[in-house]
């Protein structure tokens, strides 16, 4: 009953997140996608690849409209994938998490996913709207971007073991530890491969609204989740393997 009712919160949480998550996206980033694809069209006509054609636009617009339609669902299926992650996560580290509440402590995990999972890798390989990258180089960039996803989050599990081994006024040597290493890994990995040839004004600001559309996933799926747990577990004993 326990172990079922952690995965009801997990899978709750998950799915709210990434439905507040492809809202805010295709209200603020579709925008954007719009512009982008606009000028992606343009060049296809220009370069003789696509003829601006009536039949063209009609199809256009169907696909345009099936993507802007699917964009909702597939945040709720990616939130309750990463949603679940983050389950697992806060019933390993609950106790150690610094917060009065399990909200607090809920989104202070948020955060600190949010940033090695993220924001860091983010910083190192910005999103672009589809009219920047070359299709030749998309898995490249595609496992670049895993890899240091994957290289600051087991950096960050390893630091953090190693702060639990480090008496009170040392723990601080583990965060400055964590970056120092993903400086270093920063420096080290490869640039992206594309020129970008796209108005700067447009990626930038479609940069920052990826960005706040993540963001409001990784807020969304603290508070919910912090709420549930609160609500729901903490009225029964908690399971010894979530300790």
Do not use: C
């Amino acid at each position: 009953m326990k172990t079922f009712l952690f995965i009801i919160i997990v899978l709750i949480s998950g799915a709210f997140a990434g439905f507040v998550h492809g809202t805010v996206n295709f209200a603020i980033v579709e925008p954007y996608l719009d512009q982008a694809i606009g000028i992606e069209n343009q060049n296809l006509f220009a370069t003789g690849e696509e003829e601006d054609t009536p039949e063209f636009w009609v199809e256009y617009e169907g696909y345009r409209t099936w993507q802007k339609g699917g964009q909702i669902l597939a945040g709720v299926i990616l939130g309750v994938s990463v949603g679940s992650l983050f389950g697992i996560v806060f019933a390993l580290s609950r106790n150690s998490l610094p917060g009065s509440n399990d909200v607090k402590k809920s989104l202070v995990l948020a955060g600190i996913m949010w940033l090695t999972l993220y924001f860091i890798p983010f910083l190192k390989y910005p999103a672009n709207p589809p009219t920047v990258g070359d299709t030749e180089t998309v898995v490249l960039r595609a496992i670049l971007y895993l890899t240091f996803i994957a290289i600051s989050g087991f950096g960050a599990v390893g630091f953090y073991q190693l702060s639990k081994k480090l008496q009170n006024n040392k723990k601080l040597l583990a965060l400055l530890g964590y970056g120092v290493f993903i400086s270093a890994v920063f420096l080290a990995m490869p640039e992206n491969p594309d020129e970008i040839t796209a108005p700067m004004n447009l990626v930038n600001e479609f940069r920052i609204m990826s960005v706040l559309g993540v963001t409001s996933f990784w807020i969304s799926v603290g508070i919910i989740l912090g709420l549930l747990w609160n609500r729901l577990l903490t009225k029964q004993e908690t399971p010894q393997s979530y300790s």
